[in-house]
């Protein structure tokens, strides 16, 4: 198949996710410019990138407008590990909210796509599981994770009301926890965390009584997933879950890292922060139809000895 080049925006793409979207990018032979403020991404992500003629890097805050010619736009600027969102809440969701709307602005002005990395976190402490997109979530408005919360709810809001009102070409997707790759070593979310610890052979911190679900990503079937939304016809909007519906509680996450490391490390316990949700799986049968019959095709073990790989290098 032949896919026309585009010109393509990620914004947040130094980080995590964005970084390996824009290596599957360029690899697709599009035009990339990556834009980030290296708050929580790091030039190291795209370092190979630099000096590739398809790739532009550009160092600028979301939070302020920025005017450049493209075809699609990735915004994926926004914070994601909990105590890096929570370092500066008004920022987050300044970050989160006005980064919308200036990216929604742009695709207005140029007539590009635009895709949203919203999250799980929108259903809050879910009282419908697993969740499904038409359901409204669990979400408390002034809590310590509202800033992250409520900005990606409210920044959904947004790229609706820019579709209905202006005809903004808008795609939202709702991602579960994801992991792999590029994560930072020290950004304090779980599987970095876990691994990070079980490499140094160091307490393994389970937060409250560890029976609390997650179900995890592994982060290439994030990209195909996310690459497929945008190429779908302008009628499918979202928001449209994309995860891996395995869940596990913490206490198995920890005992399976444990044991693929072969580390000596114990299971301690700390206090779980506040409104930490009990339990999280996405319904992804909308995904499955609309996405080309996408579904995850890496398994918790083998997506965490990848990451546990590449997560070597920094012990
Ligand atoms: P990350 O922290 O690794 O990446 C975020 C990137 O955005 C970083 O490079 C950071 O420097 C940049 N950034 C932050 N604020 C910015 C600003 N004001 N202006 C410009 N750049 C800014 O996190 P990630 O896991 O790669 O997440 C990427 C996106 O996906 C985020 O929007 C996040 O909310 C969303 N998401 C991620 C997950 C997950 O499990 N990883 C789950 C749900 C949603
Ligand atoms: N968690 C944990 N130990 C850690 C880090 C996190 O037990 O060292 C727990 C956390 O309380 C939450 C789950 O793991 O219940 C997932 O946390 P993460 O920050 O990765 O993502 P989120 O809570 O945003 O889903």
């Known amino acids: 198949m032949i896919i026309a080049m585009s010109r393509v925006l990620v914004t947040g793409g130094a980080g995590f996710i964005g970084s390996n979207l824009c290596e599957r990018l360029i690899r697709d032979g599009h035009d990339v410019i990556c834009l980030d403020n290296y708050f929580t991404g790091s030039k190291d992500n795209i370092r190979h990138l630099i ?5 532009e890097l550009v160092r600028h805050d979301v939070t302020e407008p920025n005017i450049v010619e493209v075809d699609e736009i990735y915004n994926l600027a926004c914070p994601a590990s909990p105590p890096y969102y929570q370092y500066d809440p008004v920022k987050t969701i ?5 980064g919308a709307i200036h990216m929604l602005g742009l695709a207005q002005s140029t007539k590009a796509k635009v895709l949203q990395a919203s999250t799980s976190e929108i259903y809050g402490d879910p009282m419908v599981h697993p969740q499904v ?3 409204w979530g669990n979400v408390n408005p002034i809590g310590i994770r509202s800033c992250y919360d409520e900005g990606k709810r409210c920044a959904e809001t947004l790229f609706m009301d820019y579709h209905r009102q202006s005809n903004v070409r808008i795609k939202i997707i709702r991602i579960f926890n994801t992991y792999g790759p590029n994560m930072n070593p020290e950004d304090g979310r779980v599987v970095s965390n876990f691994i990070m610890q079980a490499l140094r052979n160091r307490d393994i911190t389970i937060y409250g009584s560890g029976l609390q679900t997650r179900s995890f990503q592994y982060i290439d079937d994030l990209i195909e997933a996310m690459v497929r939304m945008m190429a779908t016809g302008d009628d499918f909007t979202g928001p449209v879950n994309i995860g891996n519906p395995g869940e596990f509680t913490m206490l198995e996450l920890a005992q399976k890292v444990i044991d693929l490391t072969g580390s000596k490390s114990k299971i301690i316990f700390k206090p779980l922060p506040l409104d930490d949700p009990k339990q999280r799986r996405p319904d992804i049968s909308l ?8 579904t995850p095709v890496v398994n918790l073990d083998d997506g965490l000895k990848k990451t546990i790989k590449y997560f070597e290098k920094f012990v």
């Open 51 to 55: 000096g590739h003629d398809h790739f």
């Open 133 to 135: 997109e038409g359901y």
């Open 287 to 294: 995904a499955k139809e609309k996405l080309g019959g996408w």
């Open 94 to 98: 300044k970050t989160s909210v006005m």
